[in-house]
C-alpha cells in the first residue's frame, strides 16, 4: 500500500490512499515538524512530484552553497608541490561536500570526485585546482534526476559496467556502474524510458593484470548489484516471497539487460565453445557472469563510442 523510509528523525515516503490514512493516525499521535506533500527539501535534496507522479530529484542549492578551496596566487605557481595538512583538510572538506553529490544526485561527476578522494594521502597543489574545477563544473551544469511511472509489474532492470586499468601516473584501476529502472521495451530494442536510480565508481578491489580481467570484474560487481536490487524490488512488491532463494526469484523476475563495451568479455561470458584466455582468474570471472546470466538477464555488448 505504500513505502515509508526513516532517516534519524526524518521520513519520507508514499502510497494509496490507506497509505495516507495510517500516515493520518501518526500525525495524531505523535507530533511532527513538519509534513510536506509534493514539494519540499530532505537531506539537502530537492524534490518535486508532478501531476502525472514523475518525481524531479535536484541539489542545485546545495552544490552552489560549496565553497571552493581557497589557494594562494604563489602557491599555484608550484601545480606539483605537496600540500600542507591544512589544505589537505580543505581538499578532504570540499571531496566530502561533492560526494554527498555524487552519490545522491550527480552521477556524472562521480568517477573525478572518486579520483579526488583517491588522490588526498599524496595531494599537491594541482589537485586542489583540480577540485576547483570539479565544483565548478558542477555548480555550471546542473542536474536534474527524473522518476517516471512504470506500471510496478512491469519494472526491469538496465546496468551498465566499464572500467580504467591503472595509468603510469599511479591511478588505480578503477569500476563504473550505473543502474536504471525501465520496462519490457527495452530486452525487445525499442525506444523505452530509462530511470537511473544506483551508481558508483570506486577503486577495483583486487589487483588486475589487464583491461580485460579490469572489465570482467566491473562487470561481474554490476551484475552483483543488478541483482540485489531485483530481489530487493521482488520483496517490495511481495513481501512474502522467499527472498532466502534467490535463484527462484530472478527467474520469475522481469528480463534484466546488462550492457558493457568490452567484446573480449562478452565473447568469453556468452558463447558456448570452451573459453580461451590466457588470465585463468578472468576466465572463471567471465564463467561466473555466465552462470549468473541464466538468472534471467541478458548481457549485451555496445560500442565504446556510444
Not at 521520513?11 to 501518526?26: A, C, F, H, K, T
Not at 532463494?245 to 520469475?252: A, M, T, V
Request: aromatic letters at 8%.
Amino acid at each position: 500500500r505504500g513505502v515509508l523510509g526513516i532517516h534519524v528523525d526524518d521520513g519520507i515516503g508514499g502510497g494509496d490512499d490507506y497509505y495516507m490514512e495510517v500516515i493520518g493516525r501518526l500525525r495524531d499521535r505523535y507530533s511532527f515538524g513538519a509534513f510536506n506533500i509534493g514539494e519540499f527539501d530532505f537531506c539537502g535534496i530537492r524534490y518535486c512530484q508532478m501531476e502525472d507522479g514523475s518525481l524531479e530529484l535536484c541539489q542545485r542549492k546545495y552544490v552552489e552553497q560549496i565553497e571552493p578551496v581557497q589557494i594562494l596566487k604563489h602557491r599555484r605557481r608550484e601545480p606539483q608541490a605537496p600540500v600542507t595538512e591544512q589544505e589537505r583538510q580543505c581538499l578532504r572538506q570540499i571531496c566530502g561536500s561533492l560526494q554527498y553529490a555524487a552519490v545522491q544526485t550527480r552521477p556524472d561527476i562521480c568517477a573525478k570526485v572518486g579520483l579526488l578522494q583517491s588522490a588526498i594521502p599524496r595531494a599537491c597543489i594541482e589537485d586542489l585546482l583540480e577540485a576547483n574545477r570539479v565544483l565548478l563544473e558542477a555548480k555550471t551544469h546542473p542536474v536534474t534526476l527524473l522518476i517516471v511511472p512504470i506500471p510496478q509489474f512491469c519494472v526491469a532492470f538496465c546496468g551498465f559496467s566499464d572500467a580504467s586499468f591503472e595509468t603510469k601516473k599511479g591511478v588505480s584501476s578503477r569500476q563504473g556502474t550505473i543502474v536504471f529502472t525501465t520496462d519490457g521495451n527495452m530486452a525487445k530494442n525499442q525506444l523505452t524510458v530509462i530511470c537511473p536510480i544506483a551508481w558508483s565508481s570506486r577503486k577495483i578491489p583486487r589487483v588486475v593484470r589487464s583491461t580485460l580481467s579490469a572489465e570482467a570484474s566491473a562487470l561481474s560487481s554490476a551484475l552483483d548489484r543488478v541483482s540485489w536490487l531485483r530481489i530487493m524490488w521482488a520483496w517490495l512488491c511481495d513481501p512474502s516471497i522467499d527472498w532466502t532463494n534467490p535463484s527462484e526469484i530472478l527467474q520469475g523476475a522481469p528480463l534484466a539487460t546488462i550492457a558493457t563495451d568490452c567484446k573480449s568479455v562478452y565473447d568469453i561470458a556468452t558463447k558456448t565453445s570452451p573459453p580461451v584466455c590466457e588470465e585463468f582468474r578472468t576466465t572463471l570471472e567471465c564463467l561466473l557472469v555466465r552462470e549468473r546470466l541464466a538468472e534471467h538477464c541478458r548481457l549485451r555488448w555496445v560500442s565504446s563510442q556510444a
